[in-house]
């Protein structure tokens, strides 16, 4: 079984700070996802990965698969980047994801 | 969460009674899975399903059962609720490269 750890648990940064999430997992992958929920709300899929990096506006995703770790980046952070940020990993197969415990990030004006 | 609708999104429960919470997505997915969401524990599956007529069990699945009967809707029945329960569940739709999430249900068991 996977074993997906994330860091830091809690962060809260200023507004227009850098912002840097890391996830490692234990096993081999075929994917990796960073998913993000709002308090009390959803969860909305941010990135799939599977080798090398992402960029969707202020955010980026990195992953490197022979060292089995991804990293989201947040540049020029906002309150409303005030969220949960979740990496999940996907084996491969048809049996869903295995997911960190999440990353609680605050983000102050 | 344009494509996955979950219904409802909150019910009161007391233990014993029984419940089916419905997800239906449009985005002609094969693969639909069922989470369930509690503090300090991340999400963990239930049970899942490859396309219609099939389903399997996921990391939790006692106390559930689950149909797939028609491709776009996923059913997550609980046929005697248990306080243990009490959590929020997720239903996810997955086509290649993209994952959708439903908002979520809101459970609670008395």
């Known amino acids: 079984k996977n074993e997906v750890e994330q860091s830091p648990q809690n962060l809260t940064a200023q507004e227009g700070e850098f912002i840097t999430i890391n996830c490692s997992y234990s096993?081999?992958?075929?994917?990796l996802h960073w998913l993000q929920q709002h308090p009390g709300g959803g969860i909305v899929s941010l990135f799939m990965?599977?080798?090398g990096k992402k960029k969707h506006g202020r955010l980026i995703a990195t992953i490197n698969i022979q060292e089995k770790h991804s990293s989201l980046h947040i540049t020029a952070s906002h309150p409303r980047d005030s969220a949960v940020y979740i990496c999940?990993?996907?084996?491969?197969?048809?049996?869903?994801?295995?997911f960190g415990k999440g990353t609680h990030l605050i983000i102050q004006p | 969460n344009a494509g996955v609708t979950q219904t409802p999104k909150f019910r009161v429960l007391k233990t014993g009674q029984s419940m089916t919470l419905l997800c239906a997505q449009d985005m002609n997915h094969e693969y639909m899975y069922w989470y369930r969401q509690d503090p300090g524990m991340g999400l963990r599956l239930i049970h899942y399903s490859v396309g219609e007529g099939t389903t399997a069990k996921g990391e939790v699945p006692d106390g559930y059962n689950v149909s797939r009967l028609k491709k776009q809707n996923f059913l997550l029945g609980l046929e005697s609720a248990a306080p243990s329960q009490t959590s929020v569940y997720f239903c996810a739709s997955e086509g290649i490269g993209e994952l959708f999430f439903g908002e979520g249900s809101r459970l609670t068991v008395l």
């Open positions: 999940a990993a996907s084996g491969g197969g048809a049996d869903g994801l295995t």
């Open positions: 990965l599977s080798s």
């Open positions: 096993v081999g992958i075929s994917a």
